[in-house]
């Protein structure tokens, strides 16, 4: 049960490295491994826009929203093994040098 439900898991995280990939993960109803600044300004900002960026997809489609998810965004954690960040990694939100790699996933 416990590896079917990390093979689960595995199967619905994605790495995203600037905001179009985040958002196209988010909508896809994902949860996100990105690479972040840590400043929690930039996360409050990245809830709101992605907020926004939901709402304005759903209108921009055409479709009804009803199996699509508006949530806000939100760090999840910030794993305890972090990956290596390459030199000049930017935050996918803000743009600033990253410092973590975050998980991120809608809040409900």
Same mark, same amino acid.
């Given at each position: 049960m416990y590896r079917a439900a990390l093979e689960k898991r595995?199967?619905?995280?994605?790495?995203c490295a600037n905001w179009h990939e985040f958002m196209t993960e988010l909508n896809?109803? &994902?949860?996100?491994?990105?690479?972040?600044? &840590?400043v929690k300004q930039c996360e409050m900002d990245a809830k709101k826009r992605s907020a926004e960026d939901s709402q304005a997809y759903i209108a921009a489609s055409g479709d009804s929203g009803e199996d699509l998810l508006t949530g806000a965004a939100k760090t999840l &954690?910030?794993?305890?093994e972090q990956p290596e960040l390459a030199e000049g990694t930017v935050c996918f939100a803000c743009g600033a040098p990253a410092t973590v790699t975050a998980l991120w996933g809608r809040s409900y």
């Open positions: 595995d199967a619905r995280t994605s790495h896809k109803k &994902n949860i996100i491994l990105a690479p972040w600044c &840590n &954690n910030v794993p305890y």
